[in-house]
């Protein structure tokens, strides 16, 4: 009787299928959760006047984004026109300017350049308008101070030639010559807007404008700036005191400058890995600058976008373009800012929300207390989203209306959609990448619904800009594994030279099975 030869690779492979089978039959318990992503609640346009919701409804619409992205810079629009030139009296000596720090994150690809160029649009034509009608005075001034410069130049040289007896009066009088050429004030060239310059290049503009300007960017490489791109030093002094109101010193052309009320506006819209790198400026956190944001995390909407949305309506776009361009040149002439009151009711409203989040603050127990430093402004916050959304409601006469309680109710809808986006902001801060990357496997796995998977076919179906590499899979898959979703079988030895088989996976019948 003669035996045939065991080949050692049919072995294994037999091996490999057995334990594959027991496995399969093996019994599985209830994975353990992964910590859930949040869910962020969804941006309330019912708190805009029709006007105003109307347009960023219709932005929306034709560039196929979130209206998160459109309602968030329409704040920061409103906070340009304001800031500096408004403030809300809230209570006692407690009072808020009126402008913001808005930040909007989207992936690449999703249109927020264009969201950005079509809500900020009509800002730029105010620059235009306020720059026009600054022009005549400006040359005035400029040619006013040449001349008065020239007249006390001969003076003096009149004086340095004259007789000793004449000398002292002559002299005297150029002096008050000097003095008045010197008094002659040329007004700067109006300026709403600034882009991505350097802190004191911010800082002078701020000088130079009465202490009132928005710096507006659809990339937010300002981030970079602030983190010290050409310093080396990250400088944050400009945004923490323009953000606050405090006095800032700024030192320009060997002079010294104070702006007694800084109020700077920011409105950002950036790709979510710059929410990251901005948590790592040296210092952000402890000095308050990432508290100081208002943080929107819009819906990606690609892959799921109409090709032919509905276009905006001409008459929605012109209404909106006529009512910024009203809020911003009535509010261009004010020097002194004008004080918004509120109601009795709608201070109590306010009251009554402070006294709500006030335990939500706690270090322990409060689900807010890990990101205090942010959630302690929100009184304060709230208080400038009512002020802007009134001066929205009446573009024109917003500073002879008291705020409502109605307002102020809109007010917090919207502190409540920022205090949810920033709680997923700051936990993408802190993020902790594996389970960040596993609960997108995790997504992947169900929505496929394999009861069996290569490790080379889930690779496929991933993003490169999360997975650059099958190495960045390996410690997601492992996680998984340690939760129970996915069981890992052994791998077939060939003993050949080619490429070795992809692991593979079971996964639990929670994912593969519909019904289970």
Not at 215 to 233: H, K, L, N, P, Q
Not at 252 to 263: H, K, L, N, V
Not at 274 to 296: H, M, Q, T
Not at 447 to 462: C, G, H, P
Request: with cysteine; proline share 6%; aromatic share 6%.
């Amino acid at each position: 009787m003669s035996t045939q030869p065991v080949d050692s690779q049919d072995l294994w492979a037999g091996f490999a299928a057995l334990d594959a089978q027991q496995e399969a039959a093996a019994s599985w318990d209830d994975p353990i959760p992964l910590t859930a992503r949040r869910e962020l609640p969804a941006f309330p346009t019912e708190v805009f006047p029709p006007w105003l919701g109307d347009f960023v409804r219709g932005v929306a619409e034709e560039t196929q984004t979130a209206v998160d992205a459109a309602g968030s810079l329409a704040l920061a629009v409103l906070a340009t026109a304001a800031g500096g030139r408004a403030t809300v009296h809230v209570r006692g000596r407690w009072r808020e300017p009126l402008n913001l720090f808005v930040v909007m994150a989207l992936p690449p690809g999703s249109r927020k350049s264009a969201v950005f160029g079509l809500m900020t649009d009509p800002l730029y034509t105010c620059e235009k308008l306020m720059a026009t009608k600054a022009a005549g005075a400006i040359i005035e001034a400029e040619l006013t101070a040449r001349l008065a410069k020239e007249v006390a130049d001969n003076a003096a040289t009149k004086a340095a030639r004259a007789d000793a007896d004449k000398r002292d009066q002559l002299m005297a009088e150029a002096i008050s010559l000097g003095q008045a050429a010197e008094a002659v004030t040329v007004p700067n060239k109006p300026r709403l807007l600034a882009d991505d310059a350097t802190p004191e290049v911010i800082s002078s503009l701020l000088a130079e404008q009465g202490g009132r300007l928005s710096v507006m960017s659809a990339e937010g490489g300002i981030f970079d700036i602030i983190a010290g791109r050409y310093s080396g030093t990250p400088n944050m002094e400009p945004f923490l005191k323009g953000h606050a109101g405090d006095r800032l010193r700024v030192d320009r052309r060997g002079r010294e400058e104070f702006i007694d009320s800084p109020a700077l506006t920011m409105g950002q819209t950036v790709q979510p890995s710059v929410l990251e790198d901005i948590s790592r400026i040296k210092g952000a956190g402890d000095r308050g600058l990432l508290g100081r944001f208002l943080y929107s995390l819009p819906e990606d909407l690609v892959g799921y976008r109409e090709v032919t949305p509905e276009p905006l309506a001409e008459d929605v776009a012109d209404l909106y373009e006529e009512r910024v361009t009203s809020l911003v040149m009535s509010l261009a002439g004010w020097t002194d800012p004008a004080v918004l009151q509120l109601t009795p009711e709608a201070n109590e409203t306010l009251a009554a929300y402070e006294r709500r989040q006030e335990p939500r603050l706690r270090k322990r127990g409060g689900d807010l207390g890990h990101i205090r430093n942010w959630a302690a402004k929100l009184g304060g916050a709230t208080a400038r989203l009512a002020g802007l959304l009134h001066l929205a409601a009446h573009t024109e006469n917003g500073h002879t209306q008291p705020v409502t309680a109605s307002t102020m109710r809109d007010a917090i809808k919207l502190a409540d959609y920022f205090t949810g986006h920033a709680l997923a902001v700051f936990d993408l801060m802190g993020a902790d990448h594996t389970a960040n990357r596993a609960r997108t496997v995790l997504d992947l796995l169900r929505a496929n619904l394999w009861a069996e998977v290569s490790k080379r076919e889930v690779m496929t179906k991933l993003s490169r800009a999360e997975f650059p590499t099958v190495a960045d899979l390996d410690p997601a898959l492992d996680l998984l594994e340690d939760h129970g979703y996915v069981r890992a079988q052994p791998v077939a030895k060939t003993g050949g030279r080619g490429r070795p088989p992809s692991p593979r996976y079971l996964t639990h019948p929670q994912l593969s099975e519909p019904t289970a």
